[in-house]
């Protein structure tokens, strides 16, 4: 009886010590972003892709659907125009037009850049410039497209009709029917300067200036021919026609070159209701408003004034020799406002932390775009620039970041800091030196104390704590608890128990023979 009772205890208590305390710090999953007890914005991830995924698949097959009513309709229509009897009440009302699909060369990328105050905007706003430039350089980014098909977008229609208009005043010209030729290209031209804020580039602009010019010349107009000869230069400098062209088209070019260079240079001055906003002169970063921008050629330039969130400005602007021209628009908010202005709050109360992380990556996945580069810069009471960037890959969630304090350069030199191009080329080009946000997780979390080699209170809780499962005492405990009561069973089962010199106990005979 008494073994049963010994044998009884030790288990209750090997169960017991097997059992831990409780858990000291609370459950960290670094690898899903997830901090249960560290509300950072993170905890729903996993959620969050499956409902994307879910949702895109549901966006998947609504394309789908909408894709075969279209056809059904087209043919319907097609029906309808060869049916005289039909009324033309019973016609499907007419879709509304769809801008055009936008096809990358490059990772899609958005970029946001912060500024202290006004007087910052004005006194570093070249050196910000000077980064978006880097920026819209690289091959490995498609940064001017990619903001002008999410914030801008062009009629898939209209421009299909202007491609098509084009591509017919081509043989016309190689038909020399320079006349009809001329009233093609003029319909394409019309189009995208009516809608040059939507252009992500000036490649279409171009050839169709070019060919303007040629038909021009083919007419003897000279004028007219170097007037558009010297718009495509402003947009390619370096271009020259091709082959295909004939010599005196190819001549009458170099004139209008020559001219071009000796017509001397001015200056733009450009305002917009929106401090910080880029400005595109003939598809390329000039800078940021508010700006005056000098040595600008003499004649025809096109124009675009950017900022996220907004509608962009455009339009194109003539200067003259030893001239200053003026452009001032006013940007007016788009669809994507609101979300655009939770974001960029958010970018400026939390920059650099993981919160900002999170609104990134959300954002990204709201735009379709792969990367979000924030920019943010601060002026010091000695007036030296305090210059920070984050590159956020919203695919793998991993960021990497660069900062560097330099002397302001002056303005027009800020390509020539060594600083800055530095600070570039570490946050657009290096393709290593990321780092997973959830290791950004983790500092936050030892820095809030919350985690689990974070110092406590007092010198006896800043030890490691572990379970008591993992002390080795307890098993020294266990051990001789168990090796006694092993010794306690052979003797009770082996021995003659007995208490106060009596009682009766269990006996075991062993004869030897």
């Known amino acids: 009886m008494r073994f049963?009772?010994?044998?009884?205890?030790?288990?209750?208590?090997?169960?017991?010590?097997?059992?831990?305390?409780?858990?000291?710090?609370?459950?960290?999953?670094?690898?899903?972003?997830?901090?249960?007890?560290?509300?950072?914005?993170?905890?729903?991830?996993?959620d969050e892709e499956e409902s994307g995924s879910k949702s895109k698949k549901s966006e998947e097959d609504e394309e789908e659907s909408e894709e075969s009513g279209e056809s059904e309709e087209s043919e319907s229509e097609e029906d309808a125009e060869e049916s005289e009897d039909e009324s033309p009440a019973a016609k499907k009302p007419a879709k509304a037009e769809e801008e055009e699909t936008y096809t990358s060369n490059g990772k899609k990328i958005i970029a946001f850049y912060l500024f202290d105050d006004s007087h910052t905007v004005k006194a570093a706003s070249h050196v910000t410039a000077e980064t978006a430039s880097h920026l819209a350089e690289s091959k490995d980014f498609d940064y001017v497209g990619t903001e002008a098909a999410v914030f801008g977008g062009i009629q898939a229609s209209g421009m299909k009709t202007a491609k098509k208009n084009f591509e017919e005043g081509k043989a016309l010209y190689a038909d020399l029917a320079a006349e009809e030729a001329i009233e093609k290209f003029k319909s394409a031209l019309k189009f995208l300067e009516d809608n040059i804020e939507k252009l992500g580039d000036t490649a279409f602009l171009s050839e169709v200036l070019l060919y303007l010019g040629a038909s021009y010349k083919l007419l003897d107009e000279d004028e007219q021919a170097e007037a558009h000869f010297a718009a495509y230069i402003s947009l390619n400098p370096d271009g020259m026609p091709d082959e295909s062209f004939s010599s005196e088209v190819v001549s009458a070019f170099k004139d209008a070159k020559s001219n071009a260079e000796d017509?001397?240079?001015?200056?733009?001055?450009?305002?917009?209701?929106?401090?910080?906003?880029?400005?595109?002169?003939?598809?390329?970063?000039a800078g940021m408003t508010p700006v005056t921008l000098r040595r600008i050629s003499a004649g025809k330039h096109y124009y675009r004034i950017h900022k996220n969130g907004f509608r962009d400005a455009g339009g194109n602007v003539t200067v003259r020799n030893g001239k200053t021209?003026?452009?001032?628009?006013?940007?007016?908010?788009?669809?994507?406002?609101?979300?655009?202005?939770?974001?960029?709050?958010?970018?400026?109360?939390?920059?650099?932390?993981?919160?900002?992380?999170?609104?990134?990556?959300?954002?990204?996945k709201e735009l379709d775009v792969d990367n979000v580069l924030v920019i943010k810069a601060s002026l010091g009471s000695d007036e030296r620039l305090k210059?920070?960037?984050?590159?956020?890959?919203?695919?793998?969630?991993?960021?990497?970041?660069?900062?560097?304090?330099?002397?302001?350069?002056?303005k027009g030199e800020a390509d020539s800091s060594d600083a800055l191009n530095q600070f570039n080329k570490a946050l657009v080009d290096d393709?290593?030196?990321?780092?997973?946000?959830?290791?950004?997780?983790?500092?936050?979390?030892?820095m809030l104390g919350l985690s689990e080699n974070a110092p406590a209170e007092s010198d006896k809780d800043s030890k490691e704590k572990k379970p008591v499962y993992k002390e080795w005492w307890?098993?020294?405990?266990?051990?001789?608890?168990?090796?006694?009561?092993?010794?306690?069973?052979?003797?009770?089962g082996l021995g003659k128990c007995t208490s106060g010199g009596g009682g009766s106990g269990a006996t075991l005979d062993i004869n030897f023979q």
Request: glycine share 8%.
């Open 4 to 46: 049963s009772v010994v044998y009884l205890v030790l288990v209750a208590f090997t169960f017991l010590s097997l059992t831990p305390a409780g858990v000291s710090l609370a459950e960290l999953r670094a690898d899903d972003l997830e901090l249960d007890e560290l509300d950072l914005g993170l905890e729903e991830e996993e």
């Open 263 to 285: 017509a001397g240079s001015g200056s733009i001055k450009v305002q917009c209701n929106q401090e910080g906003s880029l400005v595109f002169i003939d598809g390329k970063i």
């Open 325 to 364: 021209a003026s452009i001032s628009e006013t940007l007016t908010e788009n669809s994507s406002s609101s979300s655009m202005d939770e974001a960029v709050s958010a970018m400026k109360s939390d920059f650099g932390t993981a919160s900002m992380m999170r609104k990134s990556v959300d954002l990204a």
């Open 387 to 410: 210059y920070q960037g984050y590159m956020i890959d919203s695919n793998k969630k991993e960021f990497k970041k660069s900062e560097a304090v330099f002397n302001l350069p002056e």
């Open 431 to 446: 393709p290593y030196e990321y780092k997973s946000i959830s290791d950004l997780l983790m500092e936050e979390a030892e």
């Open 474 to 492: 307890l098993w020294t405990v266990v051990g001789v608890v168990v090796a006694g009561g092993v010794a306690a069973g052979v003797v009770c």
